[in-house]
């Protein structure tokens, strides 16, 4: 697996835009960027994932450079409601499995 | 809400019990997990199911039995757990085992306590 490396927490404000980077410096070539959400006492949410470059949906845009050594989520114009935690998964591990790090705690202040 | 269902969403029971949680899909993935998140923590991986076969086991005690009956249902047997087994179990699914752009859908966990 491609070792990811986020923040451990960010402050934002409502309204405001919010960039979270990863960096995956060991990434391969069959690997996608895939960012999960999760709030409480729930299961984490598939946001987006992406390949190369930027994708966007509905939800959040990502933008990878082109050696995708690091990826960034942008959530647009964030509400309280965005406050959770978000894990960005790269690949697999040598094992084959699909590992967890231990994502960013995102905590939208009013 | 989510397209894996999970119940019961709450359970306490006794070390000399024995339970089953279960976990449900319809969206046709072939691909089928349990990880076990405990609080403030990720979710760690317990075991793989691909095409109703156990692909995955991550030396997972076998006071924990995992089953998959069929290509859209999982269950996962309890029994003489400790209470440090206390968690949320989350069940999730992907199109594909070997997939690599196949994202994982999960439930919303049964939250397990043992006491």
């Known amino acids: 697996l491609a070792k990811t490396t986020q923040p451990i927490s960010m402050d934002s404000y409502e309204g405001q835009e919010v960039n979270i980077t990863c960096s995956h410096n060991n990434i391969a070539t069959n690997d996608y960027i895939t960012w999960y959400q999760q709030f409480p006492s729930q299961g984490p949410r598939f946001i987006i994932q992406?390949?190369?470059t930027k994708v966007t949906n509905e939800v959040a845009s990502l933008f990878i450079p082109a050696d995708r050594k690091s990826s960034t989520l942008s959530l647009p114009r964030v509400s309280l409601s965005d406050t959770a935690v978000y894990y960005c998964?790269?690949?697999?591990?040598?094992?084959?499995?699909?590992?967890f790090g231990k994502g960013t705690r995102l905590h939208i202040l009013p | 809400d989510t397209e894996v269902t999970q119940t019961p969403k709450h359970l306490v029971m006794g070390m000399t019990n024995k339970k089953s949680l279960k976990c449900e899909q319809h969206?046709?993935?072939?691909?089928m997990y349990w990880y076990k998140q405990k609080a403030k923590k990720p979710p760690e991986l317990m075991f793989v199911?691909?095409?109703?076969?156990?692909?995955i086991n991550e030396s997972v005690p076998s006071r924990f039995s995992p089953e998959c009956p069929n290509s859209s249902l999982l269950n996962l047997h309890l029994h003489a757990l400790q209470p440090e087994d206390s968690a949320l179990y989350l069940c999730a699914s992907s199109q594909s085992w070997s997939s690599y752009n196949s994202p994982l859908h999960f439930g919303n966990g049964t939250r397990l306590t043992v006491t």
């Open positions: 969206m046709g993935h072939r691909a």
């Open positions: 992406g390949y190369k």
């Open positions: 998964l790269v690949g697999r591990n040598r094992d084959d499995k699909i590992i």
């Open positions: 199911y691909s095409y109703e076969k156990l692909s």
